[in-house]
Every structure is written in C-alpha cells, then in structure tokens.
C-alpha cells in the first residue's frame, strides 16, 4: 500500500480520536450545574420515598392521579390490556390517546391511583398485562402520597 494512503487513515484516526477527545473533555468540562440561586438559595431537594429511594410517582392525598401508562408500539391503534392495584389506595385503568413511539397520536393504556383517605406515606401500585407482541407487563411502582 502506498506510505501517503497510510499517512491518510492514519491523519483520519487522529483526527477522529481529537475530535471524540475534545467532544468528551467538553462535556467532563461542564459537569453537574450549580444550582445555587444568584441570591444565595439552593434548589429545592428532591422527594424521596423514607428508605431514601425517589418515587416513581408522587400524589397529594385523596387526588386521582396518573402513575403510569402503558403503550404497545406494534400495535398503535389498540391499548395494551392492563390490570393493576395498590396496598393503600384505589386504581384505574382508562385507555387514552398521546403521542409515544416517535407518533403524535397511539392508544395507550393510562393508570390512575387515589389513596386511601386519610394515608400518606409510600404505597406500591402492581401493574400486569400483556402486549400484542406476546411480551407480559410486570411492574411495581412506588407512590409517595404527601
């Protein structure tokens, strides 16, 4: 092989590794952003469940509130079938249309939660179903009820 074509690759790798180099550098450069108001406040922290977990969803007391949803990429014309319950409240499936997948508009299968009058605290929604793609839904989210 003739030295200039070497010479070529050999420009383009380290060109190639420069460019990634600075790309990264730039990006290390930058790190986590102070969050400090110019006034001297922070920002606030977020809420965590009590082992110190963040919650999947947060729900002031008594409120219907979406926790979750479910969608099918397959098959955007038709929800996924869902079931689902919670230790210390009340849930609710309802079919819905938004945009997920890269569409603007597919069925999705929306689950709400309510608590129990009276609890706050961390509760667990279980969710099961199946997509048309013959995948199961298995998930368990955590609630922090405020």
């Known amino acids: ?5 070497l010479s070529r690759r050999l420009a383009a790798l ?3 590794v420069s460019l990634a180099a600075a790309a ?3 990006a290390g450069a930058a790190g986590p952003q102070d969050k400090t108001h110019p006034q001297g406040k922070t920002a606030a922290a977020p809420d965590l469940n009590p082992d110190g977990t963040v919650p999947n969803a947060i729900a002031k007391a008594g409120t219907n509130t979406r926790v979750g949803v479910a969608f099918d990429c397959g ?3 038709h ?3 869902v079931w689902s319950r919670a230790d210390h409240g009340t ?4 079919e819905g249309i938004g ?3 890269g569409r603007p508009s597919m069925k999705l299968s929306e689950i709400f939660y309510t608590s129990e009058p009276g ?10 179903g199946f997509l048309s793609s013959g995948k199961n839904i298995d998930d368990r989210l955590t609630v922090l009820v405020k």
Do not use: E
């Open 79 to 81: 929800a996924p079938i």
């Open 75 to 77: 098959t955007p014309d």
């Open 1 to 5: 092989m003739p030295v200039f074509v």
């Open 91 to 94: 849930t609710t499936v309802i």
């Open 14 to 16: 380290i060109t190639a």
């Open 24 to 26: 990264a550098s730039a």
């Open 99 to 101: 945009p997920q997948c």
């Open 119 to 128: 609890f706050k605290g961390t509760d667990k929604v279980y969710i099961l």
